[in-house]
């Protein structure tokens, strides 16, 4: 496989990153759809390689052999393919060299959500996040506003409040279009 590096701008993989449950892998899917390209969900890649569940995975082997898998897997992924959709899991944006592959090869979008309306998606999504688990609002709320800051690290930045999920991916789409006919006409 070749190296991206000097990779046109409308071939770029685009990347969504994100608070858990922000709604990276529902409309990175859609963006997909509309952009006729294929999608990468890193968490579902990690559990087909695991053979089980992303819970199963931070209770039988920790979540240190996790982020390393995590880590491992997106570095591959954005230096060796082009045209792909690809959404992360909410915490793999927290590694440096994660930061560091997909702001060099890739486009990437941060899905923003506040936290009023994020509350609303806790009891949706809490089963199937091990960081969610055995700990109170307080401390998920101190989580959610910590890792903004690596979250701040981006191309663009779509505010999802109140939007529906394919109203997101349409903002994205139309986004993602402007910024090619700018730099790419
Ligand atoms: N725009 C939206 N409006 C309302 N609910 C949404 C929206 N987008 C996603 N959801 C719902 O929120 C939940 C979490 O969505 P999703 O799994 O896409 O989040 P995620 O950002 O991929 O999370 P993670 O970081 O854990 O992978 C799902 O139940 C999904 O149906
Ligand atoms: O925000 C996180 O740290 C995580 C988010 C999920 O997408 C999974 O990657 C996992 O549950 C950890
Ligand atoms: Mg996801």
Redesign the pocket.
Known sequence: MSDVSEIPIREKNIVLI?F????????GQLVAKKLYRDFIDV?REIEKIYGMPITEIFRKMGEAEFRRMEKEFIVNTCTHQTLKII?L??GAYLQEEVRKVCLSKCIVYFLDLSWESWKE?LP??IDS?PLLQNKTLHEIEDLFFKRRKAYSLHNSKIT?NN???ET?ANNIVESIKFAWDIYQP
């Open positions: 994100g858990m449950g922000v709604g990276k892998t529902t409309v968490d959404s899991g909410g998606r949706l999504i996040r999802t939007l529906d999920a997101i």
